[in-house]
């Protein structure tokens, strides 16, 4: 089973990108997916998930600015990214959801190698 995100970049503060995860060699339709990030010494948290039946939750820091969405058929889960700011600035990461807390990386068995997005003032 492997993840693979892309889609990052460089962008001005204000501006927008939508990131990518394909999955493949296996079928993530009945898995929650979550995206994480991580900023330059700093651990990795929560972004959001998107869970099979179609619920999604949101870091507060990202709500509002962020939507998740899948397309189940592509084996695909997107990110919309709007309204960026300099703090968004991380590598950004695709996760299967195992168990457990949504906001633990724990709780996720299978990740992506991560996508840098970095914001400029």
């Known amino acids: 089973v492997q993840l693979q995100a892309y889609g990052g970049g460089l962008v001005q503060a204000g501006g927008s990108l939508r990131l990518s995860c394909v999955a493949s060699g296996g079928t993530f339709s009945s898995t929650g997916m979550g995206w994480f990030r991580q900023a330059p010494g700093k651990e990795r948290e929560f972004v959001a998930v998107r869970w099979s039946d179609g619920g999604t939750y949101y870091a507060d820091s990202v709500k509002g600015r962020f939507t998740v969405s899948r397309d189940n058929a592509k084996n695909t889960m997107y990110l919309e990214m709007n309204s960026l700011k300099p703090e968004d600035t991380a590598v950004y990461y695709c996760?299967?959801?195992?168990?457990?807390?949504?906001?633990?990386?724990?709780?996720?068995?299978?990740w992506g190698q991560g996508t840098l997005v970095t914001v400029s003032s």
């Open positions: 996760a299967a959801y195992r168990s457990g807390s949504r906001y633990y990386t724990n709780s996720y068995n299978y």
